[in-house]
């Protein structure tokens, strides 16, 4: 792919990665992803605006081989998706300065081993001028490591935002075409890393606002030139009350979970909550990561085994303690066949949620008549928290 014109003398650069399907040997990446660079060219200096990952480096190099120079290397973010390529673009542009807030000088220099003479560190606020296009530097930590900047071009009322606003999707549209799909991947993509840092986000919302911005340049994914829903989007995942919704992760062995499982489902509906649930064995992990933006209540299903937990519930309940989400309540639900510590195992992993601890519902075999109003109980609960909070 030829680097795109986005306006006069602003270009899109960068490497589509249609095949990607996993990130961080973590995040599963259904639509791919892209690693976005952008040029600048002033009348009297040239920016490039981070790189690429770097098994796609050749793709970048090849884009940039009519440049003639390059005056600054913007570096928004130290992760190697971004800035993996700089060594690269400072070979064939040695009298480049890379710029970056101080804290990713640091990191660049041990993640990358740059030498700290290529650096130019910028404070919260500095301008750059690069003749006719003006830049500035907006701190934006936590978006979602600690050195993490954004860029706002002034005469055109650009922000380059790296990963804030970004989303994974390969696709050759330059422009966001299909607003509801963008949605579901920023989502997704703010579910998974972005949501630990929910309270810090908020005040980056919040510095942005007396920018104007007429179009949000990302490094993945589209770019926004109709920006504004996607900062509502942001603001409604960070600010926003959680929603009348329980997300229930759950485990079945032999189907007693699975059965107490579908009989609260049933039961919650009836009450008038939603409820998805997310059969851990066979589940999407950022589509739960997305049901946990908005979830009110998490109910974990596990039968036990071994004295504890089914490892995939523990693996859902310590994702979720990593995500932080805005949840209010948490229960448990399972089947036994002989004891064990299921509950104390599973609390013992959840101490980053700020929750009330509902009750659980612990049977053993097949749950009897007693097991299933107890889960009728536990909606009833629910349903009745839910409502205190006018959660909708
Ligand atoms: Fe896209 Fe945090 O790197």
């Known amino acids: 792919m030829e680097k795109r014109k986005i306006k006069d003398n602003i270009y899109w650069l960068g490497a589509i990665d249609w095949d990607r399907r996993l990130f961080d040997s973590l995040i599963p990446l259904p639509d791919g992803t892209s690693y976005n660079a952008y040029l600048i060219k002033g009348s009297e200096k040239t920016a490039l605006l981070d790189t690429v990952d770097p098994p796609m480096e050749d793709t970048l190099m090849e884009q940039l ?7 600054y290397i913007i570096s928004h973010h130290a992760e190697q998706d971004h800035s993996g390529t700089i060594g690269r673009v400072l070979e064939k542009f040695p009298g ?43 701190h934006t930590p936590w978006v979602h490591w600690p050195e993490t900047m954004v860029t706002y071009l002034e005469q055109d009322r650009i922000l380059f935002s790296c990963d804030f606003f970004g989303s994974h999707i390969a696709t050759s549209d330059l422009f966001v075409t299909d607003p509801g799909r963008v949605y579901e991947a920023a989502k997704r993509y703010f579910a998974e890393i972005m949501m630990p840092f929910g309270k810090v ?5 919040e510095k942005l606002k007396p920018y104007d911005i007429d179009m949000i340049a990302p490094s993945h ?23 009348n919704l329980v997300v229930l992760p759950f485990v079945s062995m032999h189907g007693s979970t699975r059965q107490m499982v579908d009989h609260l489902a049933s039961a919650l509906t009836d009450q008038g909550v939603r409820v998805e649930l ?21 109910v974990v299903g596990t039968p036990t085994v071994l004295a504890g937990p089914h490892p995939m519930a523990a693996y859902a309940a310590f994702l979720a303690n990593a995500l932080r989400p805005k949840t209010k309540f948490l229960s448990i639900l399972g089947s036994y066949g002989w004891g064990g510590k299921t509950v104390e195992t599973l609390a013992s992993m959840t101490g ?26 536990m909606a009833a609960a629910i349903a009745k928290k839910h409502k205190d909070l006018d959660l909708v």
């Open 352 to 377: 980053n949620l700020k929750v009330e601890v509902l009750d659980p519902v612990l049977c053993k075999g097949l749950a009897s008549q007693s097991d299933f109003k107890a889960l009728d109980d």
């Open 278 to 298: 997310f059969n851990l064995p066979v589940t999407d992990i950022g589509k739960l990561a997305m049901s946990l933006v908005d979830a009110a209540t998490i």
């Open 65 to 71: 081989r009519g440049v003639e120079k390059i005056d």
């Open 96 to 138: 480049a300065k890379v710029v970056v807030t101080p804290k990713a000088k640091n990191m660049l220099m041990d993640l990358l081993r740059l030498d700290e003479s290529v650096f130019s560190p910028v404070e919260d606020g500095d301008v750059l001028s690069l003749g006719d296009k003006t830049l500035t530097f907006i």
């Open 201 to 205: 986000i908020a005040k980056n919302l």
């Open 221 to 243: 994914g589209q770019i926004y030139d109709q920006p504004g829903w996607i900062m509502d989007a942001y603001d409604q995942w960070v600010n926003g009350a959680p929603k």
